[in-house]
């Protein structure tokens, strides 16, 4: 099995030349975070992912999480590796350091979090649930609350989980059932089952904050009436010691297809009816602080994928330079040909490295508008991040974990029947990265919301601005043989992008049910193009970095040559969703409901 490598010269590369991590280290917040410093954070990352985690990837696959009489127990090895994790400081990266964090943009903490996720996905859910828990306390708890949770849980000595999903309301949250009756100090009672629950209970932590979605007596019908509590696994005494143990426990655990190390509960709250919680964000609020933890899930999902992808790729151009199996056309060697020199398997790994390449650009530049969207000093170019976080949220978690399962899929592909065994490695990867696209709102979620809401935020003004950008670059590329395609695929991209979503819109007012049929290969084709810009943008790094005479020659020409290779044949292939998406919804639903089956 292939030993995973964390990606440390891609992404430097992807930082520095691609997305321009210096417009965010280059504020006054973020003054700290020097190139030395960046490259000495990624690279004992990847350090520690390799050494530490990478080797209870198949060990926890294999064993799984167990539910005992005194809760879940994780998969061997975890423990000990939670500990050093959160001592080396993997949790708190880019944490407030008014509360233990470090400080580092959320850019920087991506790119660790990448590392960590290829190297055990199972392992880095629990990191990711409570990022977002204190991502919501810090936005909508009260100051008492942030003193009571925040150093802890950044510290890494507690950890959070999301609890959204119950058996009758999964996408549609409003139609939760979870009580919270008020009790009068303050306090209420919980009630209720969730399901899903992403380590919902382990003893990685000796506390764990759940934050709970539930209905207050008399509030309103759907999500309106939904408010959001912070549920301790254990009560917090007034010295910040840890007191009883709330009524909150795990149930059962659910049998997952993959990512068997991670613990997915049912979690039981408040069958004895002793479930303390307490209010956060206030009455009837509890969608806008639960959206804060799935924003930044949603983008760490979409990086999960990517992780994934990235995996696969490893794994597969591996095996295809050892496997040898017949004499490939044009070869120069006497005797069997290794896979590798074969055109269909070269087609299937430049799709792979192409397609990860870009999906991680993708990922990295969405990172850097959430962190000038919310830290750049002057108030129209925290506008514009912004708009380019909300435009780019849905494609990063779409896209990246598409792409994490499809090239999972190429990946298992080039292995042949090999990769239908489990002991290469490879239908692990596959298994767990199925998970990405269902996780925190499914991928039509995600489309319908970019359709729905994204490209009419402002009259368009944001994703109309950043069209206007990919263009612009791309007319000032060199007009030479390298960037010919480059700048062919990007003009062509761009202005079916456009056309389409202006047909979208149109919708809006015509046929709503026709703009969100559209929508998810409107998506692939807006993620595409963004994909052709970036790595277009490597590309013409690559080539100035070539011509002031850097030394690494064979990453720098791959670069150009993998740009080329995504515009030339994975780009044609998004335009020619123009037809699909403006297709309308009329064949959707010719057949009657009653007749379909």
């Keep these: 099995m292939v030993e995973y490598v964390a990606p440390t010269h891609e992404m430097k590369f992807v930082l520095k030349d691609v997305i321009g991590i210096s417009e965010i280290t280059q504020l006054e917040r973020f003054q700290d975070a020097s190139d030395d410093i960046i490259d000495a954070v990624l690279e004992e990352a990847g350090k520690f992912c390799g050494e530490i985690l990478a080797p209870l990837d198949v060990v926890s696959d294999r064993e799984g999480a167990k539910l005992t009489d005194d809760g879940v127990i994780p998969a061997s090895g975890f423990k000990e590796a939670y500990g050093a994790y959160a001592e080396n400081g993997w949790t708190s990266v880019s944490a407030d350091v008014d509360y233990g964090g470090q400080g580092l943009p959320i850019t920087l903490a991506s790119a660790v979090y990448e590392f960590v996720d290829g190297s055990n996905m199972a392992f880095s859910l629990c990191s990711m649930l409570t990022t977002g828990a204190v991502e919501s306390i810090v936005a909508h708890g009260s100051e008492e609350q ?9 510290s890494g000595q507690w950890a959070g989980s999301m609890n959204l999903t119950e058996p009758q309301a999964g996408t549609d949250v409003g139609a939760l059932r979870t009580k919270a009756e008020p009790v009068g100090d303050g306090s209420y009672r919980i009630s209720g089952q969730k399901i899903f629950i992403t380590w919902g209970d382990h003893d990685l932590t000796e506390n764990i904050i759940h934050l709970v979605l539930a209905r207050t007596p008399g509030s309103p019908d759907g999500t309106k009436g939904i408010s959001l509590f912070i549920v301790p696994k254990y009560l917090i005494n007034e010295d910040g010691s840890l ?3 709330n009524d909150a426990k795990c149930v059962s655990l659910e049998h997952k297809l993959g990512i068997h190390g991670s613990p997915t509960c049912v979690m039981a709250y408040g069958d004895e009816g002793n479930c303390t919680g307490f209010l956060l964000g206030g009455e009837n609020r509890g969608m806008a602080a639960m959206f804060t933890m ?23 151009v591996e095996y295809a330079k050892e496997r040898t199996q017949g004499v490939a056309i044009g070869a120069t060697k006497p005797g069997p040909s290794a896979i590798i020199e074969h055109a269909d398997v070269r087609r299937m790994l430049m799709t792979i490295k192409s397609t990860t390449e870009a999906a991680r650009a993708i990922t990295m530049l969405n990172a850097k508008a959430i962190d000038l969207g919310d830290h750049h000093p002057d108030a129209e170019v925290r506008e514009k991040y912004k708009g380019l976080a909300d435009l780019l949220t849905p494609l990063s978690k779409a896209y990246g974990s598409d792409i994490g399962v499809e090239n999972a899929s190429l990946a298992l592909q080039v292995h042949g029947g090999m990769g239908f065994i489990e002991e290469t490695g490879i239908a692990q990867v596959f298994r767990d990265a199925r998970i990405n696209p269902i996780y925190e709102g499914t991928n039509g979620v995600q489309a319908m919301d970019l359709v729905g809401r994204k490209l009419s935020m402002m009259g368009g003004k944001h994703w109309r601005g950043f069209l206007d950008e990919i263009s612009d670059f791309g007319n000032g590329l060199p007009n030479t043989d390298e ?12 202005a079916v992008t456009g056309e389409c979503a202006e047909w979208i819109l149109a919708q809006h007012v015509d046929n709503m049910r026709s703009a969100l049929a559209g929508s998810v290969p409107f998506l692939r084709l807006f993620s595409v193009t963004v994909g052709c810009y970036l790595l277009a943008k490597g590309a013409l790094a690559a080539s100035s970095k070539l011509d002031n005479g850097a030394q690494d020659v064979d990453f720098l020409k791959a670069k150009i040559i993998t740009a080329r290779f995504y515009a030339e044949q994975i780009v044609p292939q998004a335009i020619g969703l123009k037809e699909t998406i403006m297709a309308g919804d009329d064949l959707f639903f010719a057949i009657a409901t009653e007749n379909m089956g």
Excluded: H, P, T
């Excluded at 009571?148 to 849980?153: A, R, S, T």
């Design 146 to 154: 942030k003193n009571i949770y925040l150093e802890k849980m950044i």
């Design 243 to 245: 007191g009883a143990r």
């Design 294 to 316: 799935m924003n930044n899930a949603r983008l760490n999902v979409g990086i999960q994928g990517v992780a994934c992808a990235e995996r696969a790729w490893q794994m597969a």
């Design 483 to 494: 960037f010919s395609s480059l700048a062919k695929s990007l003009a062509d991209s761009v």
